[in-house]
């Protein structure tokens, strides 16, 4: 008798409750027929990105630049969008699990950041204060950019807020003038996650490739490095439960993971607990190198965005992440239309492991993107291809990995005049986009021009350029109308013969969320 009484008051204490908070905010409409809505989208309120240390070379120079489109963050509120300086390499602790060691861990972090920013000098000379930021904008639609030669430069966290959080990115480009993995290291910096998966990597003699685990959280992250092979997994002691403290960034050689030498591998990152930054930079001692960034999430179908018109070397690597086995059939999107690569009309992918095909210099002479097409009932597949420029020893190497479509607006910086090439394809439909140049870093008005891409097809172009404006600028790319469309660009910077470039992939810049709407609904009443 009691429990009924009581929950007699408990139903008519919730009931008052929400028809109270029905009359203090009724539909906006006033319509009360229950009818839901589509959620609407809004712009992001915050930003996190990461860039990895950019090399160790001691004939390296780097450039940061950062940049936000304007148009929808709001207006008349004020934002940050701040890079600071990451603790690193920090020490591991012994005990992953201990609270105590985590937490020594992060103050000896904290204290490394500031030695780090404290050594690094401003174009005066003097030392930079180490709670001031490396890099900050102030504003949308006008890149800024900072640079440094040091070799022990840190990894970068970076947040921005309000109306400078929607779109925000940062280009990390890296000019190593000699030794290995000489060339042009590029990377838009990542934004946290828990899996990345990286084809294309590798443990092969002559070729060094660190990944770079970057945690931007008060709290430490533990993450698992799984390295795949021809024949599978590769057993691997060493990568499993890797411990990378609060607010640091640690660097992993992939050859000390496993003693087994092979030049087409899959690594994949995954986080047991928190989230971390991953980017793995390759260097070869005869072929360049450049920052291989992550795939696009495993997809039956995947596009692989602008393939040069003067490469000489191609090669695929793909894995099947899944418990089935892939096929896909392939295809190149050149200037005019598709074909298939001879000899190469279609791809088995066996669960588990990975496969690598050469495709030679398949474009030809004429700029084009690789797609992959499933066949019916095909798993899910990663990929990247890595590019190869010049002859003999004046070879330089790219990655192109499977990039998703821009959906509604993607934006790479760091364009310079007469060295960015725009990539865009429409894998199924015609498609339309609008591509803006930014102002540049030292002034200038934007400019934008609209491109008609045919389906089946690759667009490669010189994009536009800010009208009077000097210092690097940022690309913007959005779709008007049509199927979709998958965008990237390579930015050439050729020194003493060799054709340095590095190859970014356009995604979509993710600066709205859906926010449902939500409205009264007293049937949660009912029992």
């Given at each position: 008798?009691?429990?009924?009484?009581?929950?007699?008051?408990?139903?008519?204490?919730?009931?008052?409750?929400?028809?109270?908070?029905?009359?203090?905010?009724?539909?906006?409409?006033?319509?009360?027929?229950?009818?839901?809505?589509?959620?609407?989208?809004?712009?992001?309120?915050?930003?996190?990105?990461?860039?990895?240390?950019?090399?160790?070379?001691?004939?390296?120079?780097?450039?940061?630049?950062?940049?936000?489109?304007?148009?929808?963050?709001?207006?008349?509120?004020?934002?940050?969008?701040?890079?600071?300086?990451?603790?690193?390499?920090?020490?591991?602790?012994?005990?992953?699990?201990?609270?105590?060691?985590?937490?020594?861990?992060?103050?000896?972090?904290?204290?490394?950041?500031?030695?780090?920013?404290?050594?690094?000098?401003?174009?005066?000379?003097?030392?930079?204060?180490?709670?001031?930021?490396?890099?900050?904008?102030?504003?949308?639609?006008?890149?800024?950019?900072?640079?440094?030669?040091?070799?022990?430069?840190?990894?970068?966290?970076?947040?921005?807020?309000?109306?400078?959080?929607?779109?925000?990115?940062?280009?990390?480009?890296?000019?190593?003038?000699?030794?290995?993995?000489?060339?042009?290291?590029?990377?838009?910096?990542?934004?946290?996650?828990?899996?990345?998966?990286?084809?294309?990597?590798?443990?092969?003699?002559?070729?060094?490739?660190?990944?770079?685990?970057?945690?931007?959280?008060?709290?430490?992250?533990?993450?698992?490095?799984?390295?795949?092979?021809?024949?599978?997994?590769?057993?691997?002691?060493?990568?499993?439960?890797?411990?990378?403290?609060?607010?640091?960034?640690?660097?992993?050689?992939?050859?000390?993971?496993?003693?087994?030498?092979?030049?087409?591998?899959?690594?994949?990152?995954?986080?047991?607990?928190?989230?971390?930054?991953?980017?793995?930079?390759?260097?070869?001692?005869?072929?360049?190198?450049?920052?291989?960034?992550?795939?696009?999430?495993?997809?039956?179908?995947?596009?692989?965005?602008?393939?040069?018109?003067?490469?000489?070397?191609?090669?695929?690597?793909?894995?099947?992440?899944?418990?089935?086995?892939?096929?896909?059939?392939?295809?190149?999107?050149?200037?005019?239309?598709?074909?298939?690569?001879?000899?190469?009309?279609?791809?088995?992918?066996?669960?588990?492991?990975?496969?690598?095909?050469?495709?030679?210099?398949?474009?030809?002479?004429?700029?084009?993107?690789?797609?992959?097409?499933?066949?019916?009932?095909?798993?899910?597949?990663?990929?990247?291809?890595?590019?190869?420029?010049?002859?003999?020893?004046?070879?330089?190497?790219?990655?192109?990995?499977a990039t998703p479509a821009v959906l509604e607006r993607g934006t790479v910086a760091d364009n310079r005049p007469k060295a960015a090439t725009l990539a865009l394809v429409a894998p199924g439909k015609d498609?339309?986009?609008?591509?803006?140049?930014?102002?540049?870093?030292?002034?200038?008005?934007?400019?934008?021009?609209?491109?008609?891409?045919?389906?089946?097809?690759?667009?490669?172009?010189?994009?536009?350029?800010?009208?009077?404006?000097?210092?690097?600028?940022?690309?913007?790319?959005?779709?008007?109308?049509?199927?979709?469309?998958?965008?990237?660009?390579?930015?050439?910077?050729?020194?003493?013969?060799?054709?340095?470039?590095?190859?970014?992939?356009?995604?979509?810049?993710?600066?709205?969320?859906?926010?449902?709407?939500?409205?009264?609904?007293?049937?949660?009443?009912?029992?």
């Amino acid at each position: 008798m009691k429990r009924t009484t009581l929950s007699l008051f408990a139903v008519t204490a919730s009931l008052a409750v929400v028809t109270g908070v029905a009359a203090l905010n009724p539909p906006s409409d006033g319509d009360d027929s229950g009818t839901r809505t589509t959620a609407a989208r809004m712009p992001v309120q915050r930003s996190t990105l990461l860039c990895p240390a950019p090399t160790s070379s001691d004939v390296g120079d780097t450039t940061y630049t950062a940049f936000t489109p304007p148009g929808k963050g709001g207006g008349g509120r004020t934002s940050a969008a701040d890079l600071l300086p990451a603790a690193g390499p920090a020490r591991t602790p012994a005990k992953k699990d201990d609270a105590k060691d985590a937490k020594d861990a992060a103050k000896d972090g904290k204290n490394a950041a500031r030695k780090d920013v404290q050594k690094d000098k401003g174009a005066s000379g003097e030392k930079q204060d180490p709670d001031k930021p490396v890099l900050s904008l102030k504003e949308p639609g006008r890149p800024v950019t900072a640079g440094t030669e040091r070799s022990d430069a840190p990894a970068l966290i970076g947040t921005a807020d309000g109306p400078l959080a929607p779109g925000w990115t940062v280009q990390q480009t890296t000019a190593v003038a000699a030794g290995s993995g000489r060339g042009l290291h590029g990377l838009a910096c990542t934004a946290p996650d828990t899996s990345f998966w990286f084809p294309a990597a590798s443990t092969a003699k002559g070729r060094q490739d660190y990944v770079h685990l970057t945690n931007p959280d008060s709290a430490a992250a533990v993450v698992d490095l799984e390295l795949y092979g021809k024949d599978g997994r590769i057993k691997s002691v060493t990568g499993e439960g890797v411990n990378v403290p609060p607010r640091s960034t640690v660097p992993v050689l992939l050859s000390t993971l496993t003693d087994v030498t092979d030049e087409n591998l899959t690594l994949h990152v995954a986080a047991r607990s928190g989230r971390v930054g991953a980017a793995v930079q390759a260097s070869d001692e005869k072929t360049g190198g450049d920052w291989l960034p992550a795939s696009a999430d495993g997809s039956p179908s995947l596009v692989l965005p602008g393939i040069p018109a003067d490469a000489t070397s191609v090669r695929l690597v793909a894995f099947a992440p899944g418990t089935n086995d892939a096929d896909v059939k392939l295809r190149l999107a050149g200037p005019s239309g598709s074909i298939t690569p001879a000899g190469h009309e279609s791809l088995h992918i066996r669960s588990g492991m990975t496969t690598a095909v050469d495709l030679g210099d398949l474009t030809k002479g004429e700029a084009g993107s690789l797609l992959l097409t499933a066949e019916r009932g095909s798993a899910p597949v990663v990929a990247a291809l890595r590019v190869t420029r010049g002859k003999d020893d004046k070879q330089e190497t790219a990655f192109i990995p499977a990039t998703p479509a821009v959906l509604e607006r993607g934006t790479v910086a760091d364009n310079r005049p007469k060295a960015a090439t725009l990539a865009l394809v429409a894998p199924g439909k015609d498609a339309q986009v609008k591509v803006t140049a930014s102002a540049g870093a030292e002034g200038g008005r934007p400019v934008s021009r609209t491109y008609t891409v045919k389906a089946g097809t690759t667009l490669s172009v010189e994009p536009p350029q800010p009208d009077g404006g000097k210092g690097a600028y940022a690309l913007t790319v959005e779709k008007v109308s049509g199927g979709p469309v998958h965008a990237s660009r390579m930015l050439a910077l050729p020194k003493d013969g060799v054709p340095m470039f590095t190859i970014q992939p356009v995604p979509d810049d993710r600066s709205t969320v859906a926010v449902p709407e939500a409205e009264q609904d007293l049937s949660l009443l009912n029992d």
